[in-house]
């Protein structure tokens, strides 16, 4: 599988709070916005817990507002998110109690995870036709490995360098499995302060897998052969733009083709799991990699509407490959919201919007609509 960057709201621990002061937070509020409506609900499974809602006009820039507002608010006990309002010209302001301070990540098991999916995936990589090598495991191991832990320290990079805390990232070993692993998982454990940094967070991860999978994959096709497809008994593993050109570049026609396709090398497989890793992780909807830079290009309102036509397109695709309906099924049940940030009222810069155009350009060289093809 893939990671998920999501970021767990955690309102079981605001229970017994009591209702935040009206006076202090409406004065905080008028300061930085001009005030049309306000409204007041109880938080979800929490009656006693209230969340105020105010609609207006800024009157300060994001920043300086979110700057005030944290101010005014930390004192009381509160916090504010910033966020479009029902009109694209409205902001909204929604206070709700302070977070406690995240737990502490637990690192042995980060590092258990990740030992067990180091024998997991060069069990999985060593095994042939003829028996088990641990050359060839180690370097699919090793080569896939890479690929995921470069992913991951991306996103964990960003975001200590933000001032996010995040989880370790925790592998998930999957013996049983084509691949040796099902990817890996690193939890955000509070809220991003703006869209650039959830963008941020978001595009390191694939960025940083990249630039390992595309050489680490090249060179495996290097040392590939072409030889004729087996009778019977095998698998092929799809093809997008990127791999598909790579293949055209060594070995000089599109493949698989004529009854032939490359007799994948270790590191070639290892490369091209990678591949597709990264695409399933830019698929642009809610909590996924993808749904954080379209997030930050767009806006929330435009992410979500991307979610449910990722949704509604998957649900399309799973009749040429069937695996897409799960990854439908798991977007909607639990990556189809976006994570809450402080605010999202602040737009990219113009170098973030070139990179997040450039993401979506790769997602559409690697996405692969039929990843695999078994041959009984």
């Known amino acids: 599988m ?13 229970i017994n709070l ?29 009656e006693e817990v209230v969340v ?3 609609y207006g006009t800024l009157t300060l820039g994001p920043r300086e507002a979110r700057r005030e507002l944290s101010q005014q608010l930390a004192p009381l006990g509160l916090s504010a998110l910033l966020q479009q309002g029902r009109r694209t010209d409205e902001a909204l302001i929604t206070v709700i109690p302070a977070l406690p301070k995240p ?47 470069a992913h991951e320290l991306g996103h964990f990079i960003a975001s200590r360098r933000l001032g996010v805390a995040v989880s370790y990232p925790f592998f998930i070993p999957m013996p049983l499995s ?19 940094a959830l963008f941020t967070i978001g595009v390191a991860g694939p960025l940083a897998g990249l630039a390992l999978a595309i050489p680490l994959t090249f060179i495996g096709l290097s040392l590939s052969q072409v030889a004729p497809l087996p009778e019977s008994n095998y698998f092929l593993e799809g093809n997008n733009l990127l791999y598909g050109g790579m293949k055209w570049l060594i070995f000089g026609r599109w493949l698989p083709s004529g009854g032939q396709d490359v007799l994948l090398h270790p590191m070639a497989f290892a490369g091209w799991v990678g591949l597709l890793v990264t695409a399933l992780n830019l698929l642009p909807a809610g909590q996924l990699d993808g749904g ?13 509407w991307a979610s449910w036509a990722v949704i509604a397109l998957l649900l399309g695709l799973g009749f040429v490959w069937s695996g ?12 189809r919201h976006h994570a809450p940030i402080l605010d999202e009222l602040t737009p990219l810069t113009p170098t973030q919007k070139a990179v997040g155009l450039l993401t979506l350009i790769l997602f559409a060289l690697l996405f692969t609509p039929l990843p695999i093809t078994v041959v009984p």
């Not at 954080?292 to 979500?304: A, I, K």
């Not at 897409?324 to 990556?335: E, P, Q, S």
Request: proline share 7%; aromatic share 12%; hydrophobic share 50%.
């Open 178 to 196: 084509i691949f040796g692993t099902m990817g890996a998982v690193i939890q955000m454990k509070e809220p991003a302060p703006d869209r650039g």
């Open 18 to 46: 009591a209702p935040p002061p009206r006076n202090p937070v409406r004065r905080a509020v008028s300061a930085v916005m001009t005030i049309a409506q306000h409204e007041e609900s109880p938080l979800p499974g929490n």
């Open 324 to 335: 897409w309906w799960m990854w439908a099924a798991l977007i909607f049940f639990f990556a």
């Open 52 to 54: 105020q809602r105010w």
């Open 2 to 14: 893939t990671d998920s960057n999501a970021a767990p709201w955690n309102w079981e621990a605001l």
């Open 292 to 304: 954080h830079v379209l997030f930050g290009l767009l806006g929330r309102r435009q992410g979500e």
């Open 103 to 149: 737990a502490d990540s637990r690192l042995w098991l980060a590092v258990l995870l990740f030992v067990l999916t180091v024998f997991s995936t060069v069990f999985v990589g060593g095994q042939s036709a003829t028996g088990f090598s641990v050359a060839d495991g180690l370097i699919f191991g090793g080569t896939l490995l890479a690929i995921l832990l």
